[in-house]
């Protein structure tokens, strides 16, 4: 299944790896669960409980591509890069109605 798949799918969890401060300053995604990526390891039995696909996104799409790599090495089985936040903002809004 593809990123775009998983969102018309609307059944998934955002996980922004960026820092709270990040948020603070730049913005987020309402729903998002904030893990930065210095606690992905700490966290990962959370992050491998999660049942539905899980998206990973940050400023660029860098950390959270850290972060797949290292939850997939771990086991995850449906995680997406979802890039950047705001990119991946504007991708969420664009397919709200097609739920």
Known sequence: MSLIEVIQSGNYEL???REPMELEMDGNIDGAKNI???E?????????SIEKPVILF???GNR???ALEYLNGQGL??????GGWAELKAVLEA?????
């Open 15 to 17: 996980i922004d790896v």
């Open 36 to 38: 930065p990526l210095g």
């Open 40 to 48: 992905v390891e700490d966290r990962k039995e959370e992050i491998l």
């Open 58 to 60: 940050c400023r660029s």
């Open 64 to 66: 959270s591509g850290k």
């Open 77 to 82: 089985k449906n995680g997406y890069n979802g």
């Open 95 to 99: 397919n709200q109605g097609t739920f």
